[in-house]
């Protein structure tokens, strides 16, 4: 028997889309890549159902589908499982759209558009939490993380005798983060590596008691941590 243990798993991915080619073909190709492709699903309401019996790691999701829109299936899904990563792969590049997929939980958006070496790519960035967004909507996301950060939201209070405290590193990524910079980035601007940057992010996710990057860029912008 072959030792496969030092080995580390793949990713786990699930496919969604209501086009059966258009699904096989993203299947496939993420497959060859060497993710495990655990179920694929044509509509919403199938999506759901066969996502929690799964447990993908990654959902690749488009938002145009019959029995339960794309958005519901995301908000259902993240809601369950806060540790569940979307990527919205979609043929709409309506601003609309795409803030309606970050509003609802996903980690990413990526037109159809893409090459399947951007779409690889995404997948595995998406896989560890870092927020990909095809070129140009980056910056329409960061902004509405500011619009939500001046909408009124229940935070817990720091300021408390016995309130979690942050390290001065976990409050040096949470304002990077604030800022608009990918993981990468902040590895580089940090000097430490991708996956200790991902760790500090989820210490402080813990800490705080919340549940995605969009909550956490609220409570770091409500504390001007952006600004600093």
């Known amino acids: 028997m072959t030792d496969t243990g030092s080995e580390e798993a793949p990713i786990r991915v699930m496919v969604v889309d209501d086009h059966p080619m258009w699904r096989d073909a ?10 495990q492709v655990v179920a694929t699903a044509g509509d919403g309401e199938q999506a759901v159902r066969r996502a929690r019996a799964a447990a993908p790691d990654v959902l690749v999701l488009d938002l145009n589908l019959p029995a339960k829109p794309g958005v519901q299936v995301c ?66 996301v960061l902004g509405e993380y500011r619009r939500l950060a001046s909408e009124p939201a229940p935070a817990p209070d720091t300021d408390q005798p016995g309130a979690p405290q942050l390290t001065d590193r976990e409050t040096e990524v949470l304002r990077l983060v604030a800022k608009g910079l990918s993981y990468k980035q902040i590895a580089e601007r940090l000097v ?11 210490n402080t996710l813990g800490k705080l008691q919340l549940h995605n990057r969009v909550e956490l860029v609220r409570y770091a912008i409500e504390r001007g941590l952006d600004d600093a």
């Open 26 to 35: 993203v299947a496939r190709d993420l497959a060859a890549s060497g993710f």
């Open 75 to 140: 908000k259902e899904l993240v809601g369950a499982d806060p540790a569940l990563r979307v990527l919205v792969l979609s043929a709409s590049g309506e601003h609309a759209d795409v803030l309606e997929a970050v509003k609802s939980g996903a980690t990413g958006y990526l037109l159809k558009s893409a090459s399947t070496e951007e779409l690889v790519d995404a997948v595995r960035r998406t896989a560890v939490g870092d927020p990909v967004f095809t070129p140009g909507l980056a910056g329409l």
């Open 192 to 202: 430490i590596s991708h996956r200790t940057v991902q760790n500090h992010v989820q």
